[in-house]
């Protein structure tokens, strides 16, 4: 009976994540996904140590339903052969504002980073941002400051066109700061920073999907596009999962970094870390590495993307 009761939660689970039944509570559940990957490990140990091989094998399926479900997150893939400029990009939420402006600037300093896009951007932080001189470092700027979480912002060392703003009409009412960027020797590319609506409560889980759902799909037959922010989901998400088939490719997955959290704990809640901040970028652009930087007095972690776009 023990051996049951510790295989069939992982089976269960794991056929909700297949089968991408993520709805109601489940959504947030779903979002450790890793740690329940690894209990299956210890869960299919068990029960071959005690020799209770039909709960055993109801173990091993679930366990190598998860596994291949996420370990491929932790290995670097492929890359196709873009022989264009190579660009860095950061994304930062700044939880209201409050992530520490000097250590942002700091960042894009050290890293030489080429195009910055933030996240709950207020008026206090665009002021505390331009007094440390971010905009003589990335001069050419598309923002939405706004008080509270909803702002958004996007800032590059290119020039700018076709800029514009998008407003999620579902939940928080997240706003979406967007332009398309005029990278030298290379194709233009269209930067858009996200942030769809988080499922902190039940009564936001449609909110949620809602937003995610009307993401910009990518245009392989078209121009370049990236999507970088707080997705408010992971890769165990059906919807975010949806949006990759439209030919995009997460940069931290490409690279084997794909497990490293960018919320939970930094502020001090006891939550396990979760990757919910991504970089997703055309199919056609190569990854070259990601890292995940630290932000003081933000929950979220920045994400910074290496990449290098194909030959225009």
Do not use: K
């Not at 998860?66 to 190579?86: C, D, E």
């Amino acid at each position: 009976m023990l051996c049951w009761l510790a295989a069939t939660p992982t089976a269960l689970w794991a056929a909700i994540r297949l089968l991408g039944l993520d709805r109601g509570p489940l959504v947030q559940a779903l979002a450790f996904t890793p740690y329940v990957a690894g209990v299956s490990v210890l869960v299919l140990a068990l029960t071959l140590a005690l020799r209770r091989w039909w709960p055993a094998a109801l173990a091993a399926l679930a366990a190598i339903a998860l596994l291949g479900a996420v370990a491929p997150r932790a290995l670097a893939s492929a890359q196709p052969a873009a022989g264009g400029p190579t660009v860095r990009l950061l994304t930062a939420n700044l939880l209201a504002g409050s992530g520490d402006a000097r250590t942002l600037v700091e960042l894009v300093r050290r890293h030489e980073v080429d195009v910055l896009v933030v996240q709950e951007f207020t008026p206090d932080a665009q002021a505390a941002l331009n007094q440390l001189g971010l905009v003589g470092l990335l001069p050419h700027r598309q923002l939405n400051p706004e008080i509270g979480t909803p702002g958004s912002g996007l800032y590059s060392r290119w020039p700018l066109t076709e800029v514009g703003l998008r407003r999620n009409l579902e939940g928080w009412g997240f706003t979406q700061a967007y332009a398309t960027v005029t990278v030298p020797g290379g194709p233009p590319v269209r930067v858009e920073s996200a942030h769809p609506s988080a499922p902190y409560a039940l009564d936001q889980v449609d909110a949620w999907r809602t937003d995610l759902t009307a993401q910009p799909p990518a245009t392989p037959d078209g121009g370049l596009r990236i999507l970088a922010g707080d997705f408010n989901a992971t890769l165990d998400h059906s919807p975010l999962r949806a949006l990759l088939r439209t030919g995009y490719v997460d940069a931290a997955d490409a690279t084997g970094r794909g497990l490293t959290g960018t919320w939970g704990p930094y502020d001090g809640d006891l939550i396990p870390p979760v990757t919910i901040d991504h970089v997703l970028v055309d199919r056609r652009i190569a990854v070259r590495s990601v890292r995940v930087l630290t932000l003081p007095n933000s929950d979220h972690r920045p994400v910074l993307a290496t990449i290098t776009l194909p030959t225009p």
